[in-house]
């Protein structure tokens, strides 16, 4: 009887270190699809984060303003009005 449980016992660990290859390129395959799961998660993020800015940013249409012409647009001169009247509010109170 205790030839038949070490006979199965050495099958067991052959079998286990055969497969061993198998069994650690499993392991990193799942790694990796989590890792470029997570991966995709932030560049989506990324993608939106960048999206939501370049249309404020494209509201402000900035351009360098001394090159001759003052190229500003309505909303960016709105916007240095507005920051400048709060400032001298703030400063009063």
Known sequence: ???KSSASTLLVILLIF??????????GGVLGLMAGLMAAI???FAGIFGAAFGVI??????????GGFFHWNFLTIILIVGIIVFISRSKKG
């Open 1 to 3: 009887m205790q030839s």
């Open 18 to 27: 055969l497969t061993f290859p198998i069994w650690l390129g499993i392991s």
């Open 42 to 44: 932030f560049g989506i």
């Open 57 to 66: 940013g494209s509201m402000f249409h900035w351009h360098w303003p001394f």
